[in-house]
Nanobody, 119 residues
């Protein structure tokens, strides 16, 4: 199983980006899908989570600006990021709890995609 993240880039303050993360491989089902971020010198922090039941949760710092969504048919999670601030600059990682065809539930991480907010 692999998670492939994409969509990062350089954007001006106030701008928007849409991150995508697609899971592929021997997938039986996916539970939680999340986005984390890690800025230089900081610990990795949870940004947003989408459960298999459709419940979403957000860090206080991104509420109202970030929206997580998922397409279960495509095994893909998205993060729409609006009103970007310089403090949103970080490497963004996707995460998924995936049950594979051998019936085991494991944690998987994407490779990270850089988001830089600067004028």
């Amino acid at each position: 199983v692999q998670l492939q993240a994409s969509g990062g880039g350089l954007v001006q303050p106030g701008g928007s980006l849409r991150l995508s993360c697609a899971a592929s491989g021997s997938i039986l089902g996916i539970n939680n899908m999340s986005w984390y971020r890690q800025a230089p010198g900081n610990q990795r922090e949870l940004v947003a989570t989408s459960t298999s039941g459709g419940i979403t949760n957000y860090a206080d710092s991104v509420k109202g600006r970030f929206t997580i969504s998922r397409d279960n048919a495509k095994n893909t999670v998205y993060l729409q990021i609006n009103s970007l601030k310089p403090e949103d600059t970080a490497v963004y990682y996707c995460y998924a709890a995936i049950r594979t065809t051998d019936m085991r539930l494991r944690d998987y991480w994407g490779q990270g995609t850089q988001v830089t907010v600067s004028s």
